[in-house]
């Protein structure tokens, strides 16, 4: 099973200020990497496919890089609306599998 | 707009049954892959099982194979999650998802708790 871990575990950040979050896969999964927003109550919310993909309806100041094992996700100006856990998954083998989560909470 | 809604969650003993559902509006459900997903108190995300739109790929999470079984009834736009010999670590919501690979939507989820 590949095992995704994401850093850090809490994000504490000013509104308007540039979020970077870390996910690592424990071996190659390609750009085969998902990443989710979840706000409290709430389901997942899908944000970037393909490593680098915006979803549909996903503003431009959500991004993200990477390939192999190493991704990065940035929100460039935090919205009041973007405080919220963030969850990568990576989808190159079955079973697919999430990152524990990073917060990202306000400062 | 699409629209999944789970149902079944509840309270059940350890050892006991639960049949969840999920009923599926607004996309052609026949053409879609379906997961159930679930998230355990204050925890992650597992990825409990998907099924082809015909059925005729299933994978499940080593958690739970032998013990749970997906099925999906594309006439009445269905999915379902037949979980048996539950134990506590079973405890989360559930979410019904779209898609195989990367879910672009998902349900509000169930809670099911298993407790003595």
């Known amino acids: 099973e590949i095992v995704m871990t994401q850093s850090p575990a809490t994000l504490s950040v000013s509104p308007g200020e540039r979020a970077t979050l870390s996910c690592r896969a424990s071996?190659?999964?390609?750009?085969?990497l998902a990443w989710y927003q979840q706000k409290p109550g709430q389901a997942p919310r899908l944000l970037i496919y393909?490593?680098?993909t915006r979803a549909t309806g996903i503003p431009a100041r959500f991004s993200g890089s990477g390939s192999g094992t190493e991704f990065i996700f940035t929100i460039s100006s935090l919205q009041s609306e973007d405080f919220a856990v963030y969850h990568c998954?990576?989808?190159?083998?079955?079973?697919?599998?999430f990152g524990q989560g990073t917060k990202v909470e306000i400062k | 707009q699409v629209q999944l809604v789970e149902s079944g969650g509840g309270l059940v003993k350890p050892g006991g049954s639960l049949r969840l559902s999920c009923a599926a509006s607004?996309?052609?459900?026949?053409?879609?892959?379906m997961s159930w997903i679930r998230q355990a108190p204050g925890k992650g995300l597992e990825w409990v099982s998907y099924?082809?739109?015909?059925?005729?790929?299933?994978y499940y999470a080593d958690s739970v194979k032998g013990r749970f079984t997906i099925s999906r009834d594309n006439a009445k736009n269905s999915l379902y999650l037949q979980m048996n010999s539950l134990r506590a670590e079973d405890t989360a919501v559930y979410y019904c998802?779209?898609?195989?690979?990367?879910?672009?939507?998902w349900g509000q989820g169930t809670l099911v708790t298993v407790s003595s």
């Open positions: 393909g490593a680098s």
């Open positions: 099924i082809s739109s015909s059925d005729s790929t299933i």
């Open positions: 998954q990576q989808y190159n083998d079955w079973p697919y599998t």
């Open positions: 998802a779209r898609d195989s690979l990367v879910p672009g939507y």
């Open positions: 607004g996309f052609s459900f026949s053409d879609y892959y």
């Open positions: 071996q190659r999964i390609s750009s085969n």
